[in-house]
């Protein structure tokens, strides 16, 4: 499945990209059609080839930006928006070619939601936003879902229950 889903994205999609580009195709097609296949075909090449290597230092970090998804996507949103206002009305703006302004913004931008990831689960489970969702599901799901019941046994009875599991001895 993966380099079924590898071929036609990188195959269909990449060759899609170049010809929306030469079209100077202005509609947003692109985006609906070649970007999703282009997007998947790279995490299909992405995943075959963490499947035999070690993550490494990028891929731990990147894992990080992962388990907080949200928080980094609204957070990449605010940079974005922030860096486009702030060098878009400078006269940097006139003189910088505009694919290397673009591509300097990504790079700064995804180094700052790398560093933010880092720096936040160190000091916490999860982001910020993950956080609020998760309290909030819990908040508005309280009436409908019941809480599991835990029964506490005692030592005793617990060294029972080691006994009577198949494979499993008693101390």
């Known amino acids: 499945m993966r380099r079924w889903v590898m071929i036609v994205g990188l195959g269909a999609g990449v060759p899609g ?21 282009v997007a998947f075909g790279i995490l299909a090449l992405m995943a075959s080839f963490y499947r035999g290597h070690r993550i490494g230092f990028v891929g731990r970090g990147l894992s990080l930006v992962g388990q907080m998804a949200l928080s980094c996507y609204v957070l990449q949103n605010i940079l974005g928006r922030v860096a486009q206002s702030i060098i878009g009305h400078s006269p940097l ?4 070619d505009p694919l290397v302004g673009t591509l300097a913004m990504f790079f700064v931008i ?20 993950e956080y609020v969702w998760d309290v909030s599901f819990r908040f508005l799901t309280r009436s409908r879902v019941k809480a599991p019941t835990v029964a506490v046994r005692s030592h005793e009875s617990c060294r029972s229950v080691r006994q009577n599991i198949p494979g499993k001895t008693g101390e």
């Not at 990209?17 to 296949?37: C, D, H, I, K, Y």
């Open 110 to 129: 995804a180094a700052l939601v790398i560093l933010f990831a880092n720096l936040w689960m160190r000091r916490f489970r999860k982001g910020p936003l």
């Open 93 to 96: 703006a006139e003189t910088l």
């Open 17 to 37: 990209e170049v010809v929306f580009f030469l079209m100077q195709e202005t509609f947003g097609l692109n985006r609906f059609l070649s970007a999703p296949l």
